[in-house]
């Protein structure tokens, strides 16, 4: 996963004798990954004795008030008040990291972008008037300046705490870069496509999840998004050479991190399959 600003995090200078101040913030989301920090049991008693938890209304109604040394940011931006919330966040924040594919890419909810969103609010709501919303839902770095991005649906814990280490001790998170595949021929676990003719996104799916779904001879969901310069048209074809119809490619890219420019580029040549159904 590439973070969006490349250069070493400053370390933390001696005047600052206080706790570094952590601040996290929902926008459109299903706040999984919010809990996948207040699951980290153990790491998170160290977590809270190296910060001062500033904001946090999964786990505390206490806040305190900014400036922030470190923000994390789950959802997306899917209504006018949230496009002006997140500069807000943004000014607030020394670092903000995205954590989860609603921040970073835009989540499920990004189904929306792809047709009218009015028509759904008439079919959901009892009173569509009421409902103040953006045509689409956008990853945060879309509005402003993320420092880095975790990805996951949920995210990975363990990624989490890496991630809070690297920016309270002044380096750069040690989160690794390649495909679920990968992960698959660490553990042993045989290639799902190749042994079962099962549909995988593992090939283009970044790391994070530890191949849990091959591990139970399912194909790879893509939760955690696409991988650094995946090839996507390559893995298609392959899919249609397995016999898999282009309505099943669609589907396989349009799920939580459907908006993700790889995968949204991809299944944009599959969709009228989709709508057909």
């Avoid at 953006?134 to 990805?151: A, M, W």
């Avoid at 280490?165 to 750069?172: E, M, P």
């Avoid at 042994?195 to 399912?218: D, E, F, K, V, W």
């Avoid at 899919?239 to 490619?249: F, K, L, Q, Y």
């Amino acid at each position: 996963m590439a973070g969006k600003v490349e250069k070493p995090v400053p370390a933390q200078t001696s005047r600052r004798a206080a706790k570094p101040k952590l601040a996290v913030w929902k926008f459109a989301s299903c706040d999984g990954c919010q809990l996948s920090l207040l699951d980290c049991e153990d790491e998170l008693l160290s977590v809270a004795a190296g910060v001062e938890i500033a904001n946090f209304p999964e786990a505390s109604r206490a806040v305190i008030k900014g400036p922030y040394d470190l923000s994390l940011v789950e959802g997306s931006i899917t209504t006018p008040h949230d496009a002006e919330r997140i500069h807000q966040v943004r000014r607030a924040s020394r670092f903000l990291v995205t954590i989860g594919a609603c921040a970073t890419s835009g989540g499920v909810q990004a189904l929306r972008n792809f047709q009218d969103v009015n028509e759904f609010i008439s079919i959901v709501y009892a009173s569509p008037h009421h409902i103040s919303t953006l045509k689409k839902s956008t990853p945060i770095d879309e509005h402003v300046t993320v420092d880095f991005e975790l990805r996951g649906c949920p995210i990975n814990k363990m990624q989490l705490v890496e991630v809070l280490s690297a920016y309270l001790n002044g380096r750069k998170p040690n989160i690794a870069r390649h495909s679920m595949c990968i992960d698959c021929k660490r553990a042993g676990v045989s290639c799902v496509m190749v042994s079962q003719g099962t549909p995988c996104l593992g090939p283009i799916t970044h790391s994070g999840c530890g191949a849990l779904c091959p591990r139970y001879n399912r194909g790879c969901y893509g939760c955690f998004g696409p991988m650094e310069n995946p090839n996507v048209p390559s893995l298609c074809e392959r899919w249609a050479a397995m016999g898999h119809a282009d309505v099943e490619i669609y589907r396989a890219l349009s799920t939580f991190n459907v908006n993700a420019e790889a995968f949204r580029k991809e299944s944009s040549l599959y969709e009228k399959a989709g709508d057909s159904e």
